[in-house]
């Protein structure tokens, strides 16, 4: 037992060593601007996911998984990908197939929590546009202090979406695509 517990008390010790020891290298080590900026969208995202989750029901699509990819490319440009699947369940015997608005409202629900759309006819209704959109990257998102407003705007105006939505019957699927501040995004062939 006394021979379990100095075992026990020499491993705590060298991994005490080993965290002081790695503590000392990071000290001087800064995470660059851009991982970081990724990192803040990566976390903002994490975050409001769940906005669509709470959607559903008569006006909204129910989807049964989302996920997400952030990039940055040599452009400097942050590109965010993002799947969502249907239910399965609710969509294989609802006939209802994903349109432009639903692209629309996925990329809202998550950097607004608002549809964009009118409850009942489900046209744009413009509370959703570029300048909420923007607004909110910059509070939440941009809110960094070392950034500068030109900084933060081209950050903004360089950042794309690109949204699969992804039906029980896959030639229903449907991908759009444009500038996160986009009031409306394209639908892609």
Known sequence: MKMKICKIAL?????????????????NKFLPLVDFIVLKYDLFLQKNLKNLYKGGGVTGVAYQSLNYRINMNSNESILITLNATMDKKRYLSKKYYPKLKDCNQIRNKIFTNKYGYSLFSQKFNNLVNDELLFKT?????????SLSNDLKKKIIENTNININIFHPNSSNNLNCSGKLIDAELEKKD
Do not use: C, H, R, Y
Request: hydrophobic share 50%.
């Open 11 to 27: 491993m705590f010790s060298f991994f005490i060593l080993s965290v002081n020891a790695s503590e000392k290298d990071l000290k």
């Open 137 to 145: 990257i910059d509070e939440n998102i941009l809110n960094i202090s």
